[in-house]
């Protein structure tokens, strides 16, 4: 296999073996008080009354890479010597934004998650 369609298969498979990470994550905190999240991850970015008896807490997560360019040159041999060819990728800033959603119910005097949302694949 080509080192060209090498790379896209090894992203595919990390990124099927990296899905439900968060997710998992997130389900241990069912049952829990909201607060155990809060301690964990600091305070939510909104918290959304959602009704009588249930809100949803979200934290948002922003991501930013730095991807580099490239070049390439590519010599040809011509009747009058050698002529070379440079070809360039510019390079990257690629900002990614994940939000984290929580629905809890209060009971006992403290509200206790009681479902989540699941985050995007990009950020599972």
């Known amino acids: 296999m080509s080192s060209a369609r090498t790379l ?12 439900g990470c968060a997710s998992a994550v997130m389900k241990n905190y069912i049952g829990r008080p909201v607060e155990s999240v809060m301690i964990d991850y600091g305070p939510p970015t909104s918290v959304l009354d959602l009704g009588p008896g249930q809100r949803a807490y979200q934290w948002q997560k922003i991501s930013t890479n730095v991807v580099s360019g490239s070049s390439t040159s590519e010599v040809r041999r011509t009747r ?13 800033v690629e900002r990614q934004e994940c939000f984290y959603t929580f629905y809890a ?7 206790l998650i009681t ?4 985050p995007s694949l990009e950020c599972e």
């Open 80 to 92: 009058h010597g050698a002529d070379v060819q440079t070809t360039e990728t510019p390079g990257y």
């Open 115 to 118: 479902n989540f949302r699941k």
């Open 105 to 111: 119910r209060p009971a006992g005097g403290q509200w």
């Open 8 to 19: 896209p298969v090894l992203l595919a498979t990390a990124a099927l073996a990296l899905t």
